[in-house]
């Protein structure tokens, strides 16, 4: 028999129902209502999003498709800039989907039942963003399609070699298996939704849960392939961020070429994830009004998790400055002196620093673990110092190469910023969008939870 | 035209005392529930095979061939030298082998799960909205017309509603 | 079975050799000869005029995006009296082993079979990974379209593609020039190109001969009994990119010159 989650306790407790009927009664209603009721501050916060996705995102992105990429702030030597940067970010939020939702269930860990679904949904989201990304930093992008290994007539095919073509399948296959998992995952929730719903929203939902009943023989084939997609999913998170820190350690810049990069930009993806999880939850409880499902000993769980990998992160920070010291190999010594000593990339050191590896340790006391507000404060400052930290991996390395005639400094334009700005208001519209229309909470995992206790 | 009878309950236990003695008078019995109740039911109706596994690994398998033959034939067939390394390259092989073996599993699995669960099913087929939320439902093929039998052996074990379902 | 092996054998011979080609036609070599630089960049001034390329503006010159596919890089040591300026032009190296080419993900850079690093325009989508990885920072990106106004639009060569925006461009050797000579040697019932003959358009405009041209598989060819002077050095030699442009070294009169 599985130990419920200490939460699940409460909601016992606290629920004064005494049957097991009424108790699932009360979890389909909760969450089903999260779909169907949503006051006017949430048509706001949508319509604001998609405005700021209109205004910062997609009109600036249409006079750089016709104006040309040199109305962002690139020059020669410098020519990745913050697209390539929010590019790594948002793959990097995107592992922390995979985490709670595949490892944590290959491990059967109660805790993650009520937070899973929004974590897999943030994973999609973050990989659709960072997809998104890839076309912004390009120069001719209406070419996409030659990336893409397709027979064709020119006889032309892409060239295997090149860490972009890595990237080009390790996203694909990435967006594709996550995809997969968050929607197999929800098919009994839609179900469900199916159930309590009426009129086109009825038909959408018929549709998307495929006829589900609920028969142990459909449990059964769920949870076996559940099972593989989990156990598939994991190499592929980690191969995924692998291959993205690789378009960056194959070449031979000093900054770049370094061996831990694989490591490091994985366990910086799994920090930022987690970080984003804490965010996102804790938003999602306020504002769904989820407080018996999401209670304050998830944020303690995740918390844990975020000082192992703060001081993770930490340690591999030591090691990439210190071996870059002792190699004593004159491009690199440049390129630490600029990162580390020259303002103003010094200022975002520290303050990178600071963020990462001295804040988060706060989260050692079990006060400051269980405070919501803390955790969400902790955990935005960690999302802005893993900004920072693939902002100075890749603006310095760049302005100090090899031959210093070409040394150039890069400052990014508004057109970049606004961009930026506009790629946060996307995944929040469609992280809104998702609220609406599916399940953010999983049903039948929290019924689990609950249900096992309750026996006459 | 199969009639299936089916019995609403409250309780796990009380569906479980039915199920078993339906399954001693030779009824064929499924159960719909809310949550998984694989672990309770499993004495009951007997062990389950898992043929999917054989499907993802076919799936793993043939990605990992198709890596290998996407990496290693354009590029022989088509030769561009770049970078002084050799037309036949191993890195990019590894690499982009292991990312379509994973893709090819998922897939495969996708497949075995639509193949082996019956979903989307196009047919309407028994069930009640309530098995959904909070009850359980028991469900009985009645090929013989024995509707009396099963609704008394639900009803003692506890049942709350019964009824036949034409299909 | 015997001959299956030595089938196996022949596929590996040919497709695991470094860079695939056993005999390439030629390996086009530049040597620059840095006593003879003077730095008065008649070498760039020609190389715009002969390639089409856009003139970007004040402001962006500032922010570093000029279209120079030759710069001469000017270092200026010490203070005055004691001033030591160096100069080097540097254009493409054109790698043996490029990084820029492995980089690229739609084979819009490659190498072929005249030893030259070429850039296909019409390919190219922007990623600017080759910029990235070229360690001489010769590529250049461009950043818009660029116009030019009435009478010079009649002043672009007709035999060099004018670039649109979002393309990677950089020294070609002139490849167009190559090309022309080898179409004329065939011609004339394939003859093999003489020495001196392809000549770009920075050799022919360097006033003091500090920049000659050829074929480096030819032994007879100038720039191979150039090479081997004692003064010869490649640039980021320890980068192992085994480039096609071979330095020599000034002659100044102080310590460093001296022979061991």
């Known amino acids: 028999m599985k130990t419920p989650s200490v939460q699940v306790n409460r909601l016992i407790m606290e629920s004064k129902e005494n049957s097991q009927r009424a108790l699932y009664e009360k979890v389909n209603q909760d969450i089903v209502d999260t779909m169907t009721q949503s006051g006017s501050h949430y048509y706001l916060a949508l319509g604001l999003s998609f405005f700021g996705f209109i205004v910062f995102w997609i009109i600036p992105w249409i006079y750089q498709l016709i104006t040309g990429q040199g109305l962002t702030g690139l020059n020669t030597p410098s020519v990745w800039g913050i697209y390539l940067v929010n590019f790594v970010f948002w793959i990097g939020i995107s592992h922390s989907g995979t985490l709670l939702s595949a490892i944590l269930f290959i491990t059967e860990t109660p805790w993650r039942r009520a937070i899973y679904r929004s974590a897999e949904a943030m994973t999609f989201f973050s990989v659709l963003t960072a997809a998104f990304f890839i076309f912004v930093h390009m120069g001719r992008p209406w070419n996409f399609y030659w990336l893409v290994p397709l027979p064709n007539f020119r006889y032309l095919w892409v060239n295997f070699s090149s860490p972009l073509m890595f990237d080009v399948f390790a996203i694909g296959t990435y967006m594709t298996s996550s995809a997969i998992f968050l929607y197999f995952g929800s098919i009994p929730d839609l179900a469900a939704v199916r159930d309590r719903v009426t009129g086109w929203r009825k038909t959408i939902y018929t549709t998307l849960a495929l006829g589900w009943r609920g028969t142990d023989f459909e449990w059964h084939w769920l949870f076996r392939a559940y099972t593989f997609f989990a156990v598939l999913i994991v190499p592929l998170a980690v191969s995924v961020h692998s291959i993205v820190s690789w378009d960056f350690a194959l070449s031979n810049v000093a900054g770049f070429a370094e061996t831990i990069f694989a490591p490091y930009f994985v366990v910086g993806a799994v920090y930022s994830g987690s970080a984003g999880i804490i965010t996102l939850i804790a938003i999602l409880r306020k504002t769904l009004k989820m407080e018996k499902y999401i209670t304050p000993d998830h944020f303690n769980k995740v918390n844990m998790l975020l000082v192992a990998l703060s001081l993770i992160w930490t340690y591999i920070n030591i090691l990439e400055i210190m071996t870059s010291y002792y190699a004593n190999n004159i491009f690199e010594n440049d390129i630490l002196a600029y990162r580390l000593w020259t303002p103003p990339y010094s200022y975002l050191f520290r303050l990178m620093i600071l963020l990462n590896s001295v804040f988060p340790l706060l989260l050692i006391f079990k006060k400051v673990r269980f405070s919501i507000t803390l955790s969400v404060l902790i955990s935005l400052g960690i999302n802005v110092g893993m900004w920072l930290e693939r902002y100075l991996i890749i603006a310095p390395s760049l302005s100090r190469k090899f031959l210093p005639y070409m040394w150039h400094n890069y400052f990014p334009s508004w057109i970049e910023i606004s961009i930026t700005l506009g790629s946060f208001c996307f995944f929040t519209m469609l992280f809104l969008l998702f609220v609406k229309f599916w399940p953010s909470v999983s049903i039948y995992e929290v019924k689990e939870d609950c249900g096992i206790l309750l026996k006459k | 035209m199969v009639e299936t009878v089916i019995g609403q309950f409250e309780d796990l236990e009380n569906l479980l005392h039915a199920g078993r003695q339906l399954k001693e008078r030779g009824y064929q019995i499924s159960t719909l529930s809310p949550v998984s109740i694989h672990e309770q039911i499993e004495p009951l109706l007997g062990e389950k095979k898992n043929p999917i596994r054989y499907l993802t690994f076919t799936g793993a398998i043939t990605g990992f061939v198709f890596g290998i033959l996407l990496t290693t034939i354009p590029p022989v067939l088509y030769p561009l030298p770049r970078g002084g390394r050799p037309i036949f390259f191993i890195p990019p092989i590894v690499i982009l082998s292991y990312e379509t073996t994973i893709l090819f599993g998922v897939l495969f699995t996708l497949v075995g799960f639509v193949l082996f669960s019956g979903l989307p099913s196009f047919k309407r087929k028994p069930y009640i909205p309530e098995a959904m939320v909070g009850s359980y439902a028991l469900l009985v093929e009645n090929p013989a017309e024995k509707y009396k039998e099963i609704e008394k052996i639900m009803v003692e074990a506890g049942a709350g509603k019964v009824h036949r379902d034409e299909n | ?260």
Request: aromatic share 10%; with cysteine; charged share 30%.
């Open chain 3, 1 to 260: 079975m015997a001959g299956l092996f030595v089938k196996i054998m022949k596929f590996l011979r040919t497709y695991r050799r470094p860079g695939y080609f056993e005999k390439p036609d030629h390996r086009w070599t530049m040597v620059v000869d840095l006593d003879r630089c003077i730095g008065c960049t008649a070498c760039v001034t020609a190389c715009y005029a002969e390639n089409n390329l856009s003139v970007v503006g004040k402001e962006d010159c500032g922010n570093s995006r000029n279209m120079s596919w030759i710069r001469i890089e000017k270092y200026v040591e010490g203070e005055f009296p004691d001033v030591k300026i160096k100069f080097i032009p540097i254009m493409c190296q054109h790698c043996g082993k490029a990084p820029c080419e492995v980089a690229c993900p739609t084979y819009a850079t490659y190498h072929n079979q005249d030893g030259l690093n070429v850039q296909v325009y019409n390919r190219c989508v922007g990623t600017f990974t080759c910029a990235v990885y070229c360690p001489y920072d010769v590529r250049r990106f461009n950043w818009f379209s660029w116009k030019r106004e009435k009478p010079l639009d009649e002043q672009y060569n007709p035999d060099v593609t004018v670039r649109e925006k979002g393309v990677m461009e950089k020294c070609t050797f002139c490849n167009h020039r190559i090309r022309a000579a080898k179409d004329r040697a065939k011609d004339e019932g394939r003859r093999p190109l003489r020495d001196g003959e392809v000549v770009p358009a920075c050799v022919q405009s360097c006033p003091s001969g500090a920049l000659v041209f050829g074929d480096g598989l030819d032994p007879d060819s100038k720039v191979s009994k150039m090479a081997k002077s004692d003064r010869n050095y490649r640039l980021l030699e320890e980068l192992n990119t085994d480039p096609s442009v071979i330095y020599l070294k000034r002659v100044v009169n102080d310590e460093s010159s001296r022979q061991a």
